[in-house]
């Protein structure tokens, strides 16, 4: 059985419904520290957590009977620069909690890092596997502390703990939430309701992307790879495609010719998003446990726009 945490966010929404499919909806206890009325909260169990009720987490473990914890709440890269000791609370504290619970356990640990672990001074283009991490964001603090954590927990306690450095990930089921990465979400959403969207992120602005059902296919991957083949844990690289606004822009009106792309440059997230690599590399993830993204820009697109014509029911 595995437990969820930060089922009802971008990421969990789709994972719950794909691991209730591949493993039984009775298998995967999806919690959030809200109640939605939707297929996640429906279609399998659901049970209320905050993630710093470390107690109320052990509670949840022990009654389903788990032996896989994901841990997916946290705050993401733009709320996290606007509230940074709160991110800390949070995307520490409930790591930390998390953590715990899978020591205690003896639980498979899955958390997401993120491109956002790397700063400044990483090198920006074909980022390697092992790097400098100096990463000037709380949230990066976060991410970097939190892979280091995880490797602790594996070194010291024995724990399965893997990981996943996420670039910005699109999808049209549940918007993500405070992330520097979202105007790649959002102008999707804008080209079928308006023809029209204005970018936070400037013109040049190379960040790695992936479709959400190519990241939701890796967690589940890495998760069944054979732990000997294991090099590395917290964190793979994995990415799909490097793109700045402009490719977003060129392939959206291949559909809709008259879409029109304007920019309003957001300086604290643009200053997120310069401090982040333009692309990374994925040969340990390749090499290690099979990784390969399928959506490249032009088929994501082609996805996202059919799915949100339908989502959004427009003709
Ligand atoms: C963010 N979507 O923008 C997240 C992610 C790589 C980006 O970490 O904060």
Not at 89 to 104: D, Q
Not at 249 to 255: C, G, L, N, R, S
Not at 298 to 306: P, Y
């Amino acid at each position: 059985r595995i437990l969820v945490t930060g089922a009802l966010g971008q990421i969990g929404s789709e994972l719950v419904l794909e691991l209730r499919k591949q493993y039984g909806a009775e298998n995967v206890v999806a919690t959030d520290i809200r109640r939605e009325e939707n297929e996640v909260t429906t279609s399998g169990p659901f049970e209320l957590l905050d993630v710093l009720d470390g107690k109320k987490m052990a509670e949840i473990a022990n009654k389903y009977q788990v032996d896989t914890m994901i841990h997916l709440a946290a705050l993401l890269s733009a709320t996290a620069e606007k509230k940074p000791l709160l991110a800390w609370n949070i995307n520490m504290g409930g790591l930390v909690n998390a953590l715990e619970v899978a020591r205690e356990l003896q639980l498979q640990f899955f958390t997401p890092s993120s491109i956002g672990a790397f700063g400044p001074s990483t090198p920006k283009d074909n980022t390697p596997q092992d790097t400098i991490q100096r990463p000037n964001t709380m949230y990066g603090v976060n991410k970097v502390a939190g892979e280091l954590l995880c490797d602790y927990y594996f070194q010291k306690f024995g724990v399965d703990t893997r990981g996943l450095r996420f670039p910005g990930l699109i999808s049209y089921v549940t918007p993500p939430g405070g992330g520097t990465t979202d105007y790649a979400v959002e102008i999707y959403y804008e080209a079928v309701k308006r023809k029209k969207y204005t970018s936070f992120i400037g013109q040049g602005t190379y960040m790695d992307m992936m479709y959400m059902p190519d990241a939701i296919q890796a967690i589940i991957q890495l998760m069944e790879a054979d732990p000997a083949k294991l090099i590395h844990r917290n964190a793979f690289n994995v990415t799909a495609m490097s793109v700045a606004p402009e490719h977003f822009e060129a392939e959206i009106k291949k559909h809709i010719p008259e879409f029109i792309l304007e920019y309003d440059v957001d300086p604290v997230r643009q200053q997120i998003a310069e401090s982040w690599p333009n692309s990374l590399d994925t040969t340990a993830a390749e090499e290690e446990w099979g990784f390969q993204a399928k959506f490249d820009l032009s088929k994501m697109t082609k996805d996202m726009l059919e799915k949100l014509k339908v989502k959004l029911n427009q003709k």
